[in-house]
């Protein structure tokens, strides 16, 4: 089910984004793992409009064309051992209630050097609390999180565009403000993807049953 809903996102943005002139996507600069939650569709199809208009004016055309599916970026680690991960994170999302998210906010990481453009989420207890439980597991099982993505460092983040031109981040926050944030949702799912390419490896649905 999730690679034919991964496969229609896809070749829905694809055919809102084609045209002779659609800037090549940009060479994948890292391996490693994600950890990354999901939204409800409606919350999904929001943030999906954001990329195609995004390549529509050839902007930014990454996330579309790796399949990636939208969401916020929880944590990164170089090597994640999903056997052993997967049933921690079953017995974390057991415990909890799919998340309220506002998306409120537009901005970029500082320095503009990434050139990664994304939608800012109202960072509330239950987000933040969900994100330091699972630092806690990872460092118990002796996995090193990316500095970035420490409970003192991380910046939540739903990311819309990757690899924007400096000359042209002004113009995509112009379209961006199009939107009228906040749009919000529901966290449903926490996932484990590797990368690059993006492979998602499982996806656990909140208030799911711990042993499924």
């Not at 239950?126 to 993505?149: D, N, T």
């Amino acid at each position: 089910m999730r690679n034919k809903w991964s496969q229609h996102r896809r070749d829905t943005a694809m055919s809102s984004a084609a045209g002779p002139d659609a800037p090549e996507p940009a060479a994948p600069a890292r391996q490693g793992y994600a950890v990354e939650l999901y939204f409800d569709p409606a919350l999904e199809n929001q943030v999906l409009k954001a990329w195609n208009v995004l390549a529509r004016r050839q902007i930014s055309t990454q996330l579309i064309e790796i399949a990636a599916r939208p969401h916020i970026t929880l944590l990164s680690a170089s090597s994640i051992d999903p056997a052993r991960f997967l049933p921690a994170v079953r017995s974390l999302a057991a415990r909890l209630e799919p998340l309220p998210v506002s998306l409120s906010s537009i901005a970029s990481f500082p320095g503009g050097s990434s050139g990664v453009l994304f939608l800012g989420p109202t960072p509330t207890s239950g987000l933040l609390g969900l994100h330091s439980q699972l630092c806690e597991m990872l460092r118990k099982e002796g996995v090193e999180v990316a500095e970035e993505f420490r409970p003192d460092s991380w910046v939540p983040h739903c990311p819309v565009a990757v690899d924007v031109p400096r000359s042209r981040m002004g113009e995509a926050f112009c379209i961006l403000r199009d939107l009228r944030l906040p749009v919000s949702g529901y966290a449903m799912d926490i996932g484990l993807v590797e990368f690059s390419p993006v492979r998602e490896i499982f996806s656990v649905p909140l208030g799911g049953d711990a042993d499924a």
